[in-house]
């Protein structure tokens, strides 16, 4: 918990020196050129994640599909099944790093969702808003360093 206080406070730290740098004085010419890249980088991010979604079949029917059928939606990466991570201090770094992915998000609420991590196997659960806010959090969870598998229990609750 401590780690992730002291990560959420260095990640507001970053956003409010990133926010003070482009709109200081004398950026308004480098502004547009840092806005016109900004863009173009969260374009390609948008691309590359739909992607890795579609990859991993994270749909929102097949997500409903298998919430229906089976009450958990699960994801294997199959280079890592059979080497599972057995440090509990990794497991701890591989939940901190989700909470504070989860935290960045405006979409997903980090209150709402429980991440917990055994031998880098991550269960989320909890609530989301939608079937696509529950892909986003497993393409989150699953695009983190030292995880083998993600399962998800999130159940969609409308607010």
Known sequence: MRAFIIGFILGAAVLVAAVWYLHGPGNNASLESARDRVAADA??????TKDKMDE???????????LSRTGKVIRHKSEAVGHAISDAAADARITAA???KLV?????SAVAISVSTTDGCVTLSGSA???????RAMTLAYNTDGVTQVVSTLLV???
């Open 56 to 66: 991993l079949g994270l749909t929102p029917d097949n997500i409903r599909d298998e």
């Open 104 to 108: 960045g998000d405006p979409d997903l």
């Open 98 to 100: 989700i909470k504070a």
């Open 129 to 135: 808003s939608s079937p696509e806010n529950i892909r």
């Open 43 to 48: 374009k390609e991010a948008e691309t590359a």
């Open 157 to 159: 609750k409308q607010s």
